[in-house]
């Protein structure tokens, strides 16, 4: 089972940018569906961006289309996040997760794998 880390992350000011970035280790992530969550506090953990598996299709979420970039590099088994124009509502911790499917799943129940998460901040 393939095993995910976030690093990146941290306080930034609104309309920054910054990147997110997701090593997988110990699976075949090129056979993983790869995805962003988010969770602000006090709300329910919510799927903003995924990339299939060979990297040619994405979903966004309203909220973060066209401001948020996902892309995915399966020879070296990483995963990245480039957030632009990143506003206080962006602030939430950020969860890497990956789900064994052809498909992108937008059910947070199809993500089985999941990173630690990373902390952004976003002060106006």
């Known amino acids: 089972q393939v095993r995910l880390a976030e690093s990146g992350g941290g306080l930034v000011q609104a309309g920054d940018s910054t990147n997110l970035y997701c090593a997988a280790s110990?699976?075949?992530?090129?056979?993983?569906?790869m995805a962003w969550f988010r969770q602000a506090p006090g709300k329910e953990r919510e799927l903003i961006a995924a990339?299939?598996?060979?990297?040619?299709?994405?979903y966004y979420t309203d909220s973060v289309r066209g401001r948020f970039t996902i892309s995915r590099d399966n020879a070296r088994s990483t995963g990245t996040l480039q957030m632009n124009n990143l506003k206080p509502e962006d602030t939430a911790v950020y969860y890497c997760?990956?789900?064994?499917?052809?498909?992108?799943?937008?059910?947070?129940?199809?993500?089985?794998?999941w990173g630690q998460g990373t902390q952004v901040t976003v002060s106006s």
């Open positions: 110990d699976g075949p992530f090129r056979q993983y569906v």
């Open positions: 990339i299939n598996r060979p990297g040619s299709k994405t």
């Open positions: 997760a990956a789900s064994y499917s052809v498909v992108i799943p937008t059910d947070i129940g199809q993500y089985n794998r």
